[in-house]
T-cell receptor, first 115, second 113 residues
Framework: ETGVTQTPRHLVMGMTNKKSLKCEQH?????MYWYKQSAKKPLELMFV???????ENNSVPSRFSPECPNSSHLFLHLHTLQPEDSALYLC??????????????FGPGTRLTVT | GQNIDQPTEMTATEGAIVQINCTYQTSGFNGLFWYQQHAGEAPTFLSYNVLDGLEEKGRFSSFLSRSKGYSYLLLKELQMKDSASYLC??????????????FGTGTQLKVEL
C-alpha cells in the first residue's frame, strides 16, 4: 500500500450505532488530520495530530472521538450520530517541521450515511 | 475569522486557458495552496505560494498577491480530464503545531469540446 488509505470506503449506520473509521499513511509523515466534506460546503478541519499529540480540535461535537496510537494510524470513533453528520470524511497527512509548508496528502475518504 | 471566496462554477473549452480566482481574509497567513478534486476522489496537491508572484508548473500556474489577499490558478491547454473541483486553501500563521488549512468551497470547472 502506498500513500494514505482509509477504510471503510462507504458506511451506513443508524443513529444508535457505534462505528470507527480508520486511516493509515505510508509516507513517513508526522502529522495527520481529519476533515469533513459536505455538499456545497468547504472542507472542514476537525482534528489535527502532530507526533501523536492532538494539537487541534475545531469545536467538534463529542460524538466524534479521534484516536492516534502512532504517527501512521488515525481513527475516528463515531457514536450516536445525527443525520446531518452524513458526509465524506477525509484523512490527510503531512510532514510538518517548523515553518516549512509541506502539502497535505489526502486519502480517498469514507462516505458516511447516517439513517 | 477566516473567509475564502472563489467562484462556484466555471465552464471552458478544450484547448483554452482558464483562470480561477480566490480571495481571502484570514487572521494570519503562512501560504496558499491549490488542490484538484475529481468527483468521488481525494483532493490532490497542485501548487503552493507563500511569496508574491507567479509559480509555474507545466500547464498549471498559480499567482499570489498578499497585499490584495488574492490568488489565481491558471490552467493552459485545457483537457477534458481537467474537469474537476479546484480548492483554494490558506494556511494560518503557525500556532500550537500542525499544518492548519482553511479551505474555500471550491470551483467546479467543466471543460467542454
Amino acid at each position: 500500500e502506498t500513500g494514505v488509505t482509509q477504510t471503510p470506503r462507504h458506511l451506513v449506520m443508524g443513529m444508535t450505532n457505534k462505528k470507527s473509521l480508520k486511516c493509515e499513511q505510508h509516507l513517513g509523515h508526522n502529522a495527520m488530520y481529519w476533515y469533513k466534506q459536505s455538499a456545497k460546503k468547504p472542507l472542514e478541519l476537525m482534528f489535527v495530530y502532530n507526533f501523536k499529540e492532538q494539537t487541534e480540535n475545531n469545536s467538534v461535537p463529542s460524538r466524534f472521538s479521534p484516536e492516534c496510537p502512532n504517527s501512521s494510524h488515525l481513527f475516528l470513533h463515531l457514536h450516536t450520530l445525527q443525520p446531518e453528520d452524513s458526509a465524506l470524511y477525509l484523512c490527510a497527512s503531512s510532514q510538518d517541521q517548523g515553518r516549512r509548508n509541506y502539502e497535505q496528502y489526502f486519502g480517498p475518504g469514507t462516505r458516511l450515511t447516517v439513517t | 475569522g477566516q473567509n475564502i471566496d472563489q467562484p462556484t462554477e466555471m465552464t471552458a473549452t478544450e484547448g483554452a486557458i482558464v483562470q480561477i480566482n480566490c480571495t481571502y481574509q484570514t487572521s494570519g497567513f503562512n501560504g496558499l495552496f491549490w488542490y484538484q478534486q475529481h468527483a468521488g476522489e481525494a483532493p490532490t496537491f497542485l501548487s503552493y505560494n507563500v511569496l508574491d508572484g507567479l509559480e509555474e508548473k507545466g500547464r498549471f500556474s498559480s499567482f499570489l498577491s498578499r497585499s490584495k489577499g488574492y490568488s489565481y490558478l491558471l490552467l493552459k491547454e485545457l483537457q477534458m480530464k481537467d474537469s474537476a473541483s479546484y480548492l483554494c486553501a490558506v494556511r494560518d500563521s503557525l500556532g500550537g503545531g500542525g499544518n492548519k488549512l482553511t479551505f474555500g468551497t471550491g470551483t467546479q470547472l467543466k471543460v467542454e469540446l
